[in-house]
């Protein structure tokens, strides 16, 4: 099991140097969905099942479709059918894909009865993450909230349109 971990956070270190070197969007979130599932790959392996889920229908899921749903209203760079032929090619999908293949040879293999290891960590419940959060992690929550409320306040003055008075 430490070598499947191990295996899973060198996916995910992998990973994220690969976006941050993209120089095309696309690929980039590409290589960030593997990433964030190599760390629920890891999360699983942890004892930590209910986060890993979360991870994967928050962020591989939900924040990853309105990325993509981003780039394509931005609608950068060349023509849609180069780019298009573009994401064809195989170098454009077969880094994520040996890398997600490799995350999810490892998910079976924790899955799968053949794997004679048990886990010693007792798994994490949502009640136990909610005891947490609200319990001893309470201030650091609220800041947390107060950090992407902040954010949200900046963004929405940066981005709003300014009216010039003539």
Known sequence: ?????????????????????????????????????????????LG??????????????????????VIMMLNLGQPDS?????????????GPGILAAIVCAELLYCVSPLSESTPSLSPITAHDVGLSLFGRYVLMVELASFL??????SVFHIGRNRVEDP
């Open 1 to 45: 099991m430490h070598a499947l971990a191990l295996l899973a956070a060198s996916v995910t270190v992998i990973g994220a140097i690969m976006v941050i070197t993209r120089k095309v969007a696309v690929h980039a979130v590409l290589y960030l969905v593997v990433t964030l599932l190599a760390l629920a790959a890891l999360l699983v392996m």
């Open 82 to 94: 180069a780019r298009e032929k573009e994401w064809l090619r195989p170098r454009a999908w077969l």
């Open 148 to 153: 992407l409320l902040a954010g949200l306040i």
């Open 48 to 69: 930590a099942s209910f986060a890993a889920m979360l991870e994967i229908i928050i962020y591989a899921g939900a924040i990853m479709v309105l990325f993509v749903f």
